[in-house]
């Protein structure tokens, strides 16, 4: 089994998405992100954020002695390591993550594309950053209050279908107004 939330302090493990049959996949690992838990109050920002990422053989998902986690870097490498005591943050915010994270593959631009919130969960504070490896290094690419009829958005996911090169496809969903699928066509620059 992978990872245990409560005693590895790990939560909303999330796929990295790479297409249908996980076709775009680099290799033949899976790779799974998931916020760590700063405090135990429900579905809110973790302050300082911090998303640690694991990956796992297609074959072996059942098998959690199968299950290696990044453990720091070695220059532009990751440090896998099989002991979960020794994970480390690929990506963090002081400003908190949202206790739901995306993270999809752009074959077009051959880009990770990571999407949470920031600073208050439910408020359309959308994060979204890029990078050339699934570990990283992360830039941002926007980082702000969404606003408008999104105001209430707290999960945001780039679709593998709809998106490939400049032009994509940004599904969300929230509270309220947006508690239903949303999506926004739109093209990067």
Do not use: C
Not at 95 to 113: A, D, E, I, K, P
Not at 140 to 163: E, R, V
């Amino acid at each position: 089994m992978p990872p245990h939330i409560e005693s590895d302090k790990i939560v909303n493990l999330t796929f990295a998405q790479f297409g249908k049959h996980y076709a775009g996949a680099p290799n033949n690992y899976v790779y799974i992100y998931a916020v760590r838990v700063k405090y135990d109050s429900g579905l809110v920002i973790q302050k300082p954020g911090e998303i640690v990422l694991m990956r796992v053989a297609k074959t072996k998902l059942k098998n959690g002695n199968a299950y290696r986690f990044i453990a720091g870097m070695d220059g532009s490498m990751p440090i896998w390591r099989a002991n979960i005591a020794e994970i480390a943050p690929v990506f963090e915010d002081s400003n908190g993550v949202g206790w739901t994270v995306s993270v999809s593959h752009n074959q077009g631009l051959n880009r990770y594309m990571l999407v949470t919130e920031h600073d208050v969960s439910g408020e359309g504070q959308i994060g979204i950053h890029e990078a050339p490896k699934p570990w990283g290094p992360w830039r941002t690419a926007l980082y702000t209050n969404q606003g408008g009829a999104a105001d209430t958005a707290f999960f945001w996911n780039f679709s593998n279908k709809w998106t490939n090169g400049r032009d994509f496809n940004l599904m969300f969903t929230g509270w309220d107004a947006v508690d239903s699928f949303n999506s926004v066509e739109g093209h990067f620059d």
